[in-house]
C-alpha cells in the first residue's frame, strides 16, 4: 500500500527540486540537486544538544530531567505518513506524525527530598518516550514509548526506581490515548482494534464517480488539508483510528472492558466509577477535519456497562465563518472536578451565531446520574462564549471571551448554589499588561487554594521594560492580590512548580545564561540551584543582545530583538542586517504598542530562528514588530499593505540610526504568515535588497472563508483579499526572493501550490526568483538534512543578494 498518498505530489524522485530564474532576465533554470550544508559555524549550532526539559511530580519530590532530541534524520522523517481526516498518521506504529518527533530521548530523576539524582532500570534500549502522566500514587507515572514499529504503553515507579511495559499496540492516532483512573491503580487505554485484520486494499478500478451536492444550506469551510475523499479513505479512516478501550492494572494484566470506536475523548468521572466518552460517527464529511464529525456523548459504568447515550454532537460544516461561532446544541462535555461524578456542558443561547444580538450568549449545565439531558441544570449564563471553568475548594472560576473585540472576562461563582458571586476581571485579551495570569492547579486538575479564599496565579508579567514572569497570591473574596515572587531584572526567570508548600521552583536564564531550575523559599527568598546545564552555544555566548523600541511615523510604539556580532563597536562600518518577522492582528494600538519578549531570554536556536546568521556577520533582527491594528468597526487587514511599510520603515530608520545597519544591505524573512508578509513588502516597497519567504500563502482567493485572523469572507471584502495578495503583484516584485516550501505542508492554507504559483508569476514577469521544495517536510521542516539545506539556501541567497549588494 502507497502510505504516502493524500501529501503532495513528489516532483522528482531522488533529490531536492530547485527553480530559479537569476542573473540577467533571460537565465532560467531547472535542477535535482544533493542536500548541501551552511557553513560550519551554523552546522555546530543546529547540531547543538537541546537544553533539557524538566516535569515534576505532584507531590514536588521527584522532577523528570528529559533529554530534548535534536532534527530527525531524513530516513526517519521519511516514514510512512497517512494524511486521513485531517490527520497525519504513521500506519505501521500507530501514532501522530508531528513537525518533530514529540519525543524525548533519555530520562534521569532527581530525589528533590535529598538532592540525589538516579536513573530507572528497566526502560527501553531505544527510548523514545512521550506523554508522561502521574498516577495519585505518589511517584509513580505512566508514559508512551514511540518506536518505529510500536507505540507502547509504561509505567515508571520511582520508589523501587524501575519501569516496564505495560501493553502494546497502543492507539495514539487521535483522542485521549490513555489515563489514569481515581485511585491510581490502573489506566485506561486504547489499543489496535483486535479484530482489524488486514489493511483495506483499494480496487483500482473505480466503481463510479465521487460527488458532493450542497441543496441550499450555507455550509462553509476554511481550506484544510489531509481529508476524506472518498469511500476508500472513509475505511482507512475506520481501519487505523477504531480502538478498543483497554483497562490495564499495574502488573500489566490487560483487560478489554467491551467498548470500541473511533475516541475523541475518553475520562474518567473524579471517583472512578464512570468513564465519558465521545465517539465519532456517522455521516463523514469530506469538507472539515475529524474533530468536526458528529460525535456520539455517552456515559458507561467503569467496567464498560452502558449507563446512558446522552447526545450526539452534530456535523459541524454549517456554522458561520467567525472565531466566535460554536455548534448549536450541548458542546464540551466534561466532568465537575469538585464533584463524584457531575458532567457540565455548555450551551450557545444564541445558537452559536454571533451575528444574534443578544445580552447572553453561552450558559453552562450540569447534568448528574442518570445522565438525562431534560434534567439538567443551568448554573451559569454568560456574556460571551465559555471557555473554561475552574473548580475549587468551595469555588469555581468562569472565563468567557469574545474574539471579536478581543473581550474577556472572569467570574467567581459559588459551586455550591451556583450563584454568581462577582465578577473579577474584564480586560481585553490583547492587553498583556493587564494579564493576570493562568491559575495554577492541584494535582486533581482543581484550583490550587490555601483554603482561606486565595488562588494562585502565574503569568509573563508583560510591561514596558519586557516580560517578567510571575507567581502571585489571589485573593478572590476581597480582591487582594499578592506578587509572591517576580523575575529579577537582567534574569528571566518563569515559575514551572509550585503546590503551595512553601517552595517554589522556577527557571532562570539570561541573555548570555543558560536556563538552569533553581529553588526559592517564599517566605525567606533563599534560593538554591538544582540543575546545571551548560551552554549549548557558546560559540554565540557574547554575541550582543538588545531590545530595541522605536516609533512608527503615527506614534505607535514597536519593538523587536536586536543581535549584533561580538566584535562589532559603536563607529565600526554598518552591517548588512537579515529582519524576520511575523504580522499580528490588533484592535487597539495601545495593545499593539506594548513591548513583547524579554532582552534576557537566553537564544534558542530552533530552525525558525534566524540568529544563526549573527555568526556570518550579520545584525539580526527577530521578532520585529509588525502591528497590523483596526480599532473600533475598522478591520486591520484592510491596511494590511500599508501598515507593513510603516512598520518596516520605523525600524529601518531606527536601525540606520543606531549605526548597525546599511540601508542598502538589509534582507527580510519570515515563515508562513511571515512569507506572506516578507512577498508582500517586496512586491509594495523597494526597503530591502532581497526577501527570504518560507512556507507561504500568496493568493488569498485561494483561502476564500478566511485566513489568519480575517474572519471574512472573499466576497465579503473582495479589496481587502486582492490588495493583500502578493501574487496580484507579481510584475511588482523586482528584489530577489528565495522560497522554500514543504512537499508535505499539512497547514491550513499554506498548500504548496501557493509557492509554485508565485513562482511561476514572478518567473512569467523577469523577476530573480528561487523556488525550493522540500521531499518529506511539513508546514514546520523536520529533518535535519532538510533544515540545513534551507540554511545553506538562505546562506547563499543573503551572501550574493544582501551582504554583496552593489546598490
Known sequence: MNFTRKTNRNYLKAGLFIAFLAGSPMTYAQEAIKYQLPPQSIVNLVDAPQIPMEEFSPDGRYMLVLEVPGFQTIIQASQPVLGVAGLRINPISNTTVAENLGTFKGLKIRDLSNGSEFSIQGLPQDLQISDVKWSSKPGVFAFLNKSLEDTELWLADLNNKTAKKLLSKVNDTYGSTFQWNGDGTALLAQQVNSSRGNVPVQNPVPTGPVVQENLGGITPSRTYQNLLANGYDETLMEYYLTSDLIQVDLQGNAKPIGIKGIFKSVSYSPDGKYILTEKVV???????????????????????????????????????????????????????????????????????????????????????????????????????????????????????????????????????????????????????????????????????????????????????????????????????????????????????????????????????????????????????????????YPSIANVQKTLLSYPRKDGLNLSGTLYVPADFKKGDAPLPVLVWAYPREFKTKEAAGQVKGSPNRFPRLAFRSPVYWVTQGYAVVDQADMPIVGEGTSEPNDTFVEQIKDNASALIDHIVGLGVADRNRIGVGGHSYGAFMTANLLAHTDLFAAGIARSGAYNRTLTPFGFQGEARTYWQAKDTYDAMSPFTYAPQIKRPLLMTHGMDDENSGTFPIQSERLYAAIKGHGGIVRLVMLPKEFHGYRSREGVLHTFWEQHQWLEKYVKNNKK
Do not use: C, H
Open 282 to 536: 456517522k455521516p463523514y464529511s469530506y469538507l472539515v477535519p475529524i474533530y468536526l464529525f458528529p460525535a456520539e456523548v455517552a456515559v458507561y459504568s467503569s467496567t464498560g456497562s452502558k449507563v446512558k447515550d446522552i447526545y450526539t454532537i452534530p456535523l459541524a460544516d454549517k456554522m458561520p465563518i467567525s472565531f466566535d461561532a460554536v455548534l448549536e446544541g450541548p458542546r464540551n462535555f466534561e466532568w465537575r472536578k469538585d464533584k463524584d461524578a457531575s458532567l457540565v456542558y455548555v450551551q450557545a443561547f444564541d445558537k452559536g451565531d454571533p451575528n444574534v444580538k443578544t445580552e447572553v450568549r453561552d450558559e453552562v449545565f450540569e447534568l448528574g446520574a442518570p445522565y438525562d439531558l431534560s434534567s439538567s441544570n443551568k448554573i451559569f449564563s454568560g456574556t460571551y462564549r465559555v471557555r473554561d471553568i475552574q473548580w475549587g475548594d468551595g469555588l469555581a472560576i468562569v472565563s468567557e471571551n469574545w474574539r471579536k473585540d478581543r473581550s474577556t472576562k472572569m467570574t467567581l461563582i459559588n459551586p455550591k448554589t451556583n450563584q454568581v458571586v462577582k465578577v473579577l476581571s474584564t480586560r481585553k485579551s490583547e492587553d498583556t499588561y493587564t494579564d493576570p495570569g493562568s491559575f495554577v492547579k492541584n494535582e486533581k486538575g482543581q484550583l490550587l487554594t490555601d483554603g482561606k479564599g486565595s488562588v494562585f496565579t502565574q503569568g509573563l508579567g508583560a510591561s514596558p521594560e519586557g516580560d517578567r514572569p510571575f507567581l502571585m497570591k489571589w485573593n478572590v473574596q476581597n480582591g487582594k492580590q499578592d506578587t509572591l515572587y517576580k523575575s529579577k531584572r537582567g534574569y528571566y526567570e518563569e515559575p514551572i512548580f509550585f503546590n503551595n508548600t512553601g517552595v517554589l521552583y522556577v527557571s532562570r536564564e539570561s541573555a548570555k545564561d543558560a536556563p538552569n531550575v533553581y529553588s526559592v523559599n517564599i517566605k525567606n527568598k533563599k534560593e538554591s540551584k538544582i540543575t546545571n546545564f551548560s551552554d549549548p
